[in-house]
């Protein structure tokens, strides 16, 4: 058992160790190629040479579109959790503020009656998005971190609470006909249609790509240092001189930046925004989803994200004692992230600096004897 | 600026005073008449010491005598009760921790507290990123200014382990480096942070003779740079042959303060540590 | 804000919050307990108390009592009571065993840090909570009647008080004061508060931490079973998701209290309680639940120890 364990550790950390020792124009070759495969995966030539893999009989594009946005969520929550160490349990309630905010700006069942486009609501959900989490962060940073855990499990619920019970936020009925992103072809027709789910899958592609280029800008500086050292010693940081305070809350404002433009995607591409498609418990998913991937690391998140939305598109349709699989989505990343921290917490793609004191630990035993 | 002192081949003489006089001495970090009560526990009594700049001071006492709270009380740790603590001029007191940290003061601890994921040079940097200018928004987008400043915390950071021995551990994990490597680890990582003063918590604490010896090299080399350092130790033959000044604290007061040599003749710090015979005790 | 519906029936909305503070205060125990001995928030407690209420309905209808059922007699009345009490609370603390065991344990053997046992039991929540919410088609149960809620008992200053608000009130208070007695005179009681104190310490004293923690699951799993039979008999219905609004407030309570402070659970649940129904007849209903909330990110901004501190190691307030 062990010998397959180690087998298992070391063809993976073989193959972490030849990426790291490989030159540079290779990485780029190899990341290229990856980035040029996921652009070209909703177009139907493509995709049908990957067999059962790509869900058939459902829009594959509107799938890929899905997956999309939950790593892109993934990508934001991991800041907050994954490299600060906060965990925020509401998070999705950021994703809620960017599509209400949206929806009232543009949608004509709006009391707001203001009927924006939705490129000009798109910065005003971003900076709302942005002050809410300020405003969530400021009193509860200072919290310790289960306080703070169970706050955002509150700030979430009464998201819900207002959106079900206020008249201005329309509770189940909801907005409709909120516009789409602009743009046209050549010939008059607009790309962010209603039919073609594939420009905006790419609209969200190219946006995680300029998220994780900054996400890993930030990593490599000071930023990302103190994140690490919040994490790992708090009161040891600050004696160090870092503004834990400061650095925690811009971990939360990031995050709710991109939670916030995930919800303005949505809301531009559904045209249709209530209170039933903005069930809170997706939270859950969105942190199984840190979680499975490997919480602290950027190709973590994207992982986690892209393979538990891919789970729960393909749970639609199957049943299980009688109810469908998807019914059972919540129970079961619960069951997830309860598995997860007994046995692997560092998730499936732990980071390098996990793969290097696991390498270290190794070569001691091999040294030493 | 202290004064370089020529090395004596004795140990015991090598903490001879950095200053001729006391009117040209700067004082630092001013503890002044401090009481310090944790409920019903008086910790510290109306103690009254100044830590001049230049200088090596070393912080003894029985064990209970209250170093460790009055250290803790001079890096900003604890509050006061009464009294209060002026570090550089400025009153201590109520300010945040990164901000005395900025002011000059940087300590290590009694029980190591390194990041221990981040390597050893990231440690470092972290303390080099004290000093950091640069927003988060220019480090989002690599402005040049931030670039800068993150070659220069780079250089920094290897600079100062070259300084303190292990610069063959760069990018080894904290908590791979063995015991003694990690000590210095933590002060180099507070010597990037600029300090005017260093503070150091039982740095020679499990360490052999040959380890501790290194380590009065080090505090002498850190001296030279001209950074002012106060020490809390136990271990005598090191405070002795480090130190040029010893406060002496039992019972959270101050009974000696003076150069090592007369504190260690003083009958009141002997019977601290050694005990009185019951029919002398008055 | 609606004075006038406050202070036509203060009387009514001051019973009503106590009854329902009740609920909240022996919910509270259970986080409070957890909190006091391990430094967790238990989010799974919210299940605990769920399965309780469950428990109890279903064991009611193995006897013959479904949703349209009316108990009569005082003798049957009183078993029927008794019984609920009884199922309900083995089924919460078999619950809290099954949590505490599979969930909590092997991250305790393994020292891993609080984040994870954060994120292990809101996991654990959500699962047990959606496998009920699956069995029972997301629809709500409803349970017999036992004590009829129209019941008056008497009478006083001008509002009438039933017998199902003595029976919750009378009920919690007995539980705690038994619970009371126990932290403080037994000699599980003590090693509970040593190991609160200190966990090393009390290990080094001979003290057990596993059977312990253990019996501090159960303990707080008793308590919420009862809690949600008395919260059956109340409110007639039960639906799988109660549980995690009703574990948020009693949370909120406990900290209000003074988290890991057994009597600051009593106090802060009726207080909580009051609170909520005073601001229900002034702000409207709808807003009721936005209290709680409110609370307590006032409270852990401005005193986070509570109104009496915190202490399990000094049961005391």
Same mark, same amino acid.
């Given at each position: ?23 540079r124009w290779?990485r780029w070759?190899?990341i ?47 800041i907050?959790?994954?490299f ?46 942005m ?75 190219t946006l995680?790509i300029l998220v994780v280029i900054g996400v890993r800008n930030l990593n490599r500086s000071r930023v990302g240092r103190a994140w690490i050292s ?10 160090m001189g870092v503004p834990?305070?400061k650095f925690?809350l811009w971990a939360?404002a990031s995050?709710?930046f ?40 950027i ?71 | ?97 990164h901000?005395?940290?900025k ?15 981040m390597t050893?040079l990231e440690?470092i940097q972290v303390g080099a990123d004290a000093h950091h200018k640069t927003s988060v928004l220019s480090a989002l987008f690599r402005l040049p200014r931030h670039r800068r400043e993150e070659r220069d915390g780079l250089e920094k950071a290897e600079r100062l382990l ?8 760069m ?21 990037a942070t600029d ?88 | ?20 503070? #009740? ?97 292990? #039991? ?196």
């Amino acid at each position: 058992m062990t010998s397959v364990r180690e087998w298992i550790y070391s063809g993976r950390h073989a193959v972490g160790e030849r990426w790291h020792n490989a030159p540079r124009w290779m990485r780029w070759a190899v990341i290229a190629a990856v980035i040029v495969f996921f652009y070209a995966l909703p177009n139907r030539e493509f995709y049908q040479w990957l067999g059962p893999i790509p869900t058939t009989g459902s829009n594959f594009g509107q799938v890929l579109f899905t997956i999309s946005i939950y790593v892109l969520l993934a990508v934001g929550l991991n800041i907050v959790v994954g490299f600060a160490g906060l965990l925020d349990l509401g998070y999705f309630g950021f994703f809620a503020v960017g599509a209400y905010t949206v929806a009232v700006l543009t949608s004509p069942s709006s009391d707001l009656k203001t009927l924006w486009p939705w490129l000009l609501a798109l910065p005003v959900a971003l900076v709302l998005t942005m002050i809410s989490g300020v405003m969530l962060g400021t009193p509860t940073l200072r919290l310790r971190g289960d306080y703070l855990a169970i706050v955002t499990l509150g700030f979430a619920e009464m998201i819900r609470v207002a959106a079900t019970s206020s008249e201005f936020l329309k509770g189940q009925r909801g907005f409709n006909q909120i516009p789409h992103p602009p743009g046209s072809y050549s010939d008059g027709k607009p790309i962010f249609g209603v039919l073609d789910p594939r420009p905006y899958y790419w609209l969200v592609l190219t946006l995680i790509i300029l998220v994780v280029i900054g996400v890993r800008n930030l990593n490599r500086s000071r930023v990302g240092r103190a994140w690490i050292s919040i994490r790992e010693d708090e009161d040891a940081a600050q004696l160090m001189g870092v503004p834990t305070f400061k650095f925690k809350l811009w971990a939360f404002a990031s995050g709710a930046f991109i939670g916030g433009l995930a919800g303005a995607l949505f809301a531009g591409k559904q045209n249709f925004v209530s209170s039933q498609n903005l069930e809170l418990l997706n939270s859950i998913i969105i942190l199984a989803a840190v979680i499975l991937g490997g919480s602290g690391n950027i190709v973590g998140a994207i992982v986690g994200g892209g393979l538990v939305a891919y789970m729960i598109e393909r749970f639609r349709g199957i049943e299980f004692f009688g109810v469908e699989l998807y019914e059972y989505r919540f129970m079961f990343f619960g069951l997830v992230l309860v598995v997860m921290m007994i046995f692997r917490p560092q998730g499936l793609i732990p980071n390098r600096r996990r793969a290097a004191e696991f390498k270290d630990r190794r070569k001691e035993v091999i040294v030493g004897g | 600026m202290g004064e370089t002192v020529q090395k004596p081949t004795v140990p015991e003489q090598a903490g001879a005073p950095a200053v001729e006089s006391t009117a040209k001495r700067e004082p630092l970090l001013e503890v002044d008449h401090v009481t310090l009560r944790f409920g019903g526990v008086v910790a510290l009594n109306d103690v009254n010491f100044t830590l001049y700049k230049g200088e090596i001071l070393g912080l003894i006492g029985p064990n209970g005598a209250g170093k460790t709270t009055c250290f803790n009380a001079m890096t900003g740790i604890y509050q006061p009760s009464e009294g209060e603590i002026r570090f550089r001029g400025e009153r201590i007191t109520g300010k945040k921790k990164h901000h005395i940290t900025k002011m000059g003061m940087a300590r290590t601890f009694q029980n190591i507290r390194l990041f221990p994921e981040m390597t050893a040079l990231e440690n470092i940097q972290v303390g080099a990123d004290a000093h950091h200018k640069t927003s988060v928004l220019s480090a989002l987008f690599r402005l040049p200014r931030h670039r800068r400043e993150e070659r220069d915390g780079l250089e920094k950071a290897e600079r100062l382990l070259e300084f303190v021995g292990i610069p063959h551990r760069m990018h080894d994990a904290a908590r791979n480096l063995s015991y003694g490597e990690q000590r210095r680890l933590e002060i180099a990582r507070a010597l990037a942070t600029d300090p005017v003063l260093l503070c150091l918590d039982e740095p020679a604490a499990g360490f052999n003779p040959a380890e501790k010896e290194e380590l009065l090299q080090l505090i002498r080399k850190i001296r030279d740079q001209g950074i002012t350092v106060l020490l809390i130790e136990h271990d005598m033959r090191l405070v002795m042959g480090v130190t040029d000044r010893i406060v002496v604290l039992e019972f959270g007061k101050k009974i000696a303060d003076g150069l090592p040599a007369e504190v260690r003749e003083d009958h009141r710090v002997i019977a601290a540590y050694l005990g009185v015979p019951d029919d002398d005790a008055a | 804000m609606n004075f006038n519906a406050l202070f036509s029936d203060f009387g009514g909305y001051t019973i009503t919050g106590l009854t329902v503070g #009740a609920i909240y205060a022996l919910v509270a125990l259970g986080y409070t307990l957890v909190y006091g001995v391990l430094r967790l928030i238990n989010f799974a407690h919210s299940e605990v108390f769920i399965a309780g209420a469950f428990a109890a309905i279903w064991g009611w209808a193995a006897l013959g009592l479904d949703r349209d059922s009316v108990a009569s007699g005082f003798g049957s009345i009183m078993l029927y009571l008794l019984v609920g009490a009884l199922i309900a609370a083995v089924a919460s603390a078999g619950t809290a065993t099954v949590v505490e065991r599979v969930a909590y344990r092997p991250l305790r053997k393994r020292n891993a840090p609080p984040l994870a046992f954060l994120i292990t #039991a809101i996991g654990a929540s959500i699962a047990i909570a959606e496998a009920f919410g699956i069995y029972t088609r997301r629809l709500p149960v409803g349970a017999p009647t036992i004590v009829k809620p129209d019941l008056v008992l008497f009478e006083v200053a001008g509002t009438e008080v039933t017998m199902v608000q003595v029976l919750v009130i009378v009920s919690a208070l007995a539980m705690m004061v038994a619970l009371d007695l126990f932290i403080n005179r037994s000699r599980i009681g003590r090693g509970i508060r040593a190991v609160a104190q200190d966990q090393n310490t009390a290990a080094l004293m001979g003290i057990n931490k596993d059977r312990i923690i253990l019996v501090v699951f159960i303990i707080g799993g008793v308590m919420a079973g009862v809690a949600g039979m008395l919260y059956d008999i109340r409110i007639g219905t039960l639906t799988y998701s109660v549980g995690f609004l009703l574990g948020l407030k009693a949370f909120t309570a406990a900290v209000l209290g003074g988290i890991g402070n057994l009597r600051g659970a009593l106090v802060g649940g009726l207080l909580l309680g009051l609170v909520e129904n005073y601001a229900s007849a002034l702000f409207g209903a709808n807003w009721k639940d936005l209290v709680a909330f409110v609370v307590l990110v006032v409270l852990l901004m401005f005193r986070p120890t509570g109104l009496l501190g915190e202490s399990l190691g000094r049961a005391r307030a």
